[in-house]
């Protein structure tokens, strides 16, 4: 997706207003603790631990960034806080804007506060959404130049957007990775490259990293899932436990990694990869911890991809 850019048109020649029609298709992105829906031509075309940039013809669609503390005060007061901050030092003009919110979950505990954005060359609208049960504060600028957004969509996708401060653990769902982890796990290292994906959490004393390699059909034309895994896993010289489920083969190797230094706790770890035909990929689990009790309960608790890892 390209940065925004200036550009010759203007907001008077925007193209015509784009109203989605009853067969619209939105697909849910869940990421770090938020999801909301988008529709299914948006793309994403940047992420960051708090922030994610969606798109369509590689200009940009809307924004969205929340933090990770709790915000003190009213919505109000964070408004007139957000408006002089972004004025100060991006420039940007922001001005009070009522946007129709109808939170698809009746009981959700957000509140939101619509505005209207401006730069130079550039405009749209948004809304600053507090939860007001973690006091999490989060932005969703809508951009209005290239793609202009009709009211109802842009409804929709604030009316889609969820906190999830009060659910145990966290849902991740992008790039048709679906993930749940237990509480007490935050994301670390991360990679989405083309047939290639990984996520790294940490916890006290654990650690766990997710794979996901396709199309499966063409990684495994050369060689079998067992010499698949050992080409890209550190993976004890064994003979791993075979299984087959419903979806298609499984290998697990289960091993006890001993430190060099004695002052270090020795680990258990623990790596399953399966080749699941039903969507034609490759998806690995790889559970660290420094008690054979820890990684137990680590399995008991991780899904991915609807499969009780």
Same mark, same amino acid.
């Given at each position: 997706m390209s940065p925004i850019k200036d550009g010759e048109t203007d907001q008077g020649k925007c193209r015509e207003e784009r109203r989605p029609s009853q067969a619209s298709q939105f697909k849910t992105i869940a990421w770090n603790g938020i999801s909301l829906a988008v529709p299914e031509e948006w793309d994403l075309g940047a992420m960051g631990l708090n922030h994610l940039l969606f798109g369509e013809n590689r200009e940009p669609s809307l924004e969205v960034t929340w933090t990770e503390g709790s915000a003190r005060g009213s919505l109000e007061k964070q408004m007139k806080r957000f408006t002089s901050r972004v004025r100060k030092r991006l420039g940007i003009t922001v001005s009070p804007l009522r946007i129709p919110f109808s939170p698809v979950n009746p009981g959700s505990p957000v509140t939101v506060a619509g505005f209207s954005w401006k730069t130079a060359t550039c405009w749209g609208r948004g809304g600053l959404v507090l939860c007001n049960r973690c006091r999490r504060i989060s932005m969703l600028r809508f951009f209005d130049r290239?793609?202009?957004?009709?009211? &109802?969509?842009?409804?929709?996708?604030?009316?889609?957007? !969820?906190d999830g401060c009060g659910k145990e653990g966290c849902s991740w769902q992008l790039f048709g990775l679906g993930l749940s982890t237990p509480g007490g796990f935050?994301?670390?290292?991360?990679?989405?490259?083309?047939?290639?994906? &990984?996520?790294a959490f940490k916890?006290?004393?654990?650690?766990?990293?997710?794979?996901? $390699?396709?199309p499966a059909s063409f990684l495994l034309l050369k060689g079998g899932l067992a010499e698949f895994a050992r080409q890209r896993i550190d993976l004890p010289d064994k003979a791993p436990l075979q299984g087959e489920g419903e979806t298609g083969? &499984?290998?697990?190797? !289960? $091993?006890?990694?001993?430190? $060099? /230094?004695?002052?270090?706790?020795?680990?258990? !770890?623990?790596?399953?990869?399966?080749?699941?035909?039903?969507? /034609?990929?490759?998806?690995?689990?790889?559970?660290?911890? /420094? &008690?054979? !009790?820890g990684r137990k309960k680590m399995e008991g608790s991780i899904i991915y991809h609807d499969i009780k890892a």
């Open positions: 290239w793609h202009p957004l009709s009211d &109802s969509l842009v409804s929709t996708i604030v009316g889609s957007y !969820e935050r994301l670390g290292r991360y990679s989405f490259r083309p047939g290639a994906f &990984s996520m916890g006290r004393g654990q650690g766990m990293t997710v794979y996901s $390699w396709g083969s &499984s290998l697990v190797w !289960e $091993w006890q990694r001993f430190p $060099w /230094n004695f002052g270090l706790l020795q680990s258990y !770890e623990r790596f399953r990869i399966c080749h699941d035909r039903t969507i /034609n990929r490759i998806l690995g689990l790889k559970l660290v911890s /420094n &008690s054979r !009790e």
